[in-house]
C-alpha cells in the first residue's frame, strides 16, 4: 500500500471525490467487497472508481453498477488502462467516463465455458457471435442461400452443440443486451432510447473478436460520455495502474502466497490472495485456496 497510497491520495485530492480503485475481475466476492468500503462510508455526492479490469459475470457487474448507484449521485469511472467485457459493461453506468491514452473498452458479446471435458478440438470458452457467425460465413464462403441448405446448416451447429445450450447461448445475449440498456440509461438519460440501444448492439455484436480494442476516440464516437483526462490525472492514473500492477502476480497461485485482484481506497486495502494447498495437485481443483482480505486504515471521513 505504500506504493498506491500516496497516488490514491493525490488522485482525491485533485479530483475533490472518494476515489476507489478496483483492480481484479468482477465477481460476487468483489462486489461483497465493494459494498463494505461504500457502507462504511456511507453515501456521497460524487464517487470516482479507477478501474481496471478484464472482465468477469455479467450479472455481477449489473449488481456492482446498482450498488455504486445506490450510493452516489453522480458516478466517474476512469480507465488507465483496460476495462474490457463485463468491465466495459460497468462503464456503461457511470454518468461520465474519463480515459487515458491507453484506455481499452472491449466487446460486451456473450461468451459461455465449457461445464465438463472437452473433445481435443473444442474451444474451451465460445461466443455466441461465433455460432451467430457460422450461418453468415456458410453464406459469404460457400454460397449456402437456399432455405433447404439453411436448415442443413443449423442442423449440423445442433449436431455439435446441445440445442438446449443453443438456446442458452441466445438467452445469455438476449441478457447481457438488457443490462446494456438497463445500465446505459444512466449515462445517457436523455438520449432517445432509440439511440442508446443502437450504442449496446454495436458493443454487443458490431466487432469481429471479443479481444478489439475499443480506444478512447471510439468510444466517443459510439456515442458514449467521454471525457479525455487530463494530463495530471492521466499522470495519476497511470501512476496508480503501475502500483496496482506491481502488487498483482501474473500467475497467481503458484507461489507460496500471491495476490490476483486488489480494491483499494485511501482508507483500506483488500487483497484477493492465492495460496497453494499443501499437497494438493496443483492440476486439480481446490489446489489453491482464495481469499480475500480486508485491512482498514483510519476511521471513513
Known amino acids: 500500500m505504500e506504493q498506491l497510497l500516496p497516488h490514491l491520495s493525490a488522485l482525491e485530492a485533485l479530483r475533490g471525490n472518494p476515489v476507489l480503485v478496483f483492480a481484479s475481475m468482477i465477481t460476487d466476492d468483489t462486489v461483497r467487497v465493494v459494498y463494505e468500503w461504500l457502507r462504511k462510508r456511507g453515501r456521497v455526492e460524487r464517487l470516482d ?66 461445464a465438463g471435458p472437452l473433445p481435443p478440438d473444442a474451444p474451451g470458452l465460445i461466443s455466441a457471435q461465433d455460432i451467430r457467425a457460422f450461418r453468415q460465413m456458410a453464406e459469404d464462403w460457400f454460397n449456402v442461400k437456399r432455405p433447404d441448405d439453411r436448415l442443413q446448416v443449423l442442423a449440423l451447429v445442433a449436431q455439435r452443440i446441445f440445442p438446449t445450450s443453443l438456446s442458452g447461448f441466445y438467452r445469455f445475449d438476449q441478457l447481457t443486451r438488457q443490462i446494456g440498456y438497463e445500465l446505459l440509461a444512466y449515462q445517457l438519460p436523455h438520449v432517445d432510447e432509440t439511440a442508446r440501444r443502437q450504442i449496446v448492439d454495436r458493443l454487443a455484436d458490431g466487432y469481429l473478436a471479443h479481444d478489439y480494442i475499443i480506444s478512447r476516440a471510439d468510444a466517443l464516437g459510439l456515442g458514449l460520455n467521454v471525457t479525455f483526462a487530463a494530463p495530471q490525472e492521466e499522470t495519476l492514473l497511470w501512476s496508480v495502474y503501475q502500483a496496482c500492477r506491481a502488487q498483482i502476480a501474473e500467475h497467481p497461485g503458484q507461489s507460496e502466497q500471491s495476490i490476483a485482484g486488489l480494491i483499494a481506497g485511501t482508507d483500506f486495502w483488500a487483497r484477493q490472495v492465492f495460496r497453494p494447498v499443501p499437497g494438493a495437485d496443483p492440476r486439480q481443483r481446490g489446489s489453491v485456496d482464495v481469499q480475500w482480505e480486508i485491512d482498514w486504515f483510519k476511521e471513513s471521513t
Open 49 to 114: 472508481l479507477v478501474l481496471s479490469t478484464t472482465g468477469g459475470v455479467v450479472t455481477r457487474a449489473r449488481q456492482l453498477a446498482l450498488l455504486l448507484r445506490d450510493y452516489t449521485e453522480y458516478l466517474t469511472i476512469l480507465v488507465p488502462y483496460r476495462a474490457w467485457s463485463s468491465g466495459t459493461l460497468l462503464c456503461l453506468s457511470a454518468d461520465k467516463l474519463i480515459l487515458g491514452p491507453l484506455a481499452e473498452l472491449g466487446p460486451i458479446d456473450a461468451h459461455i465455458g465449457a
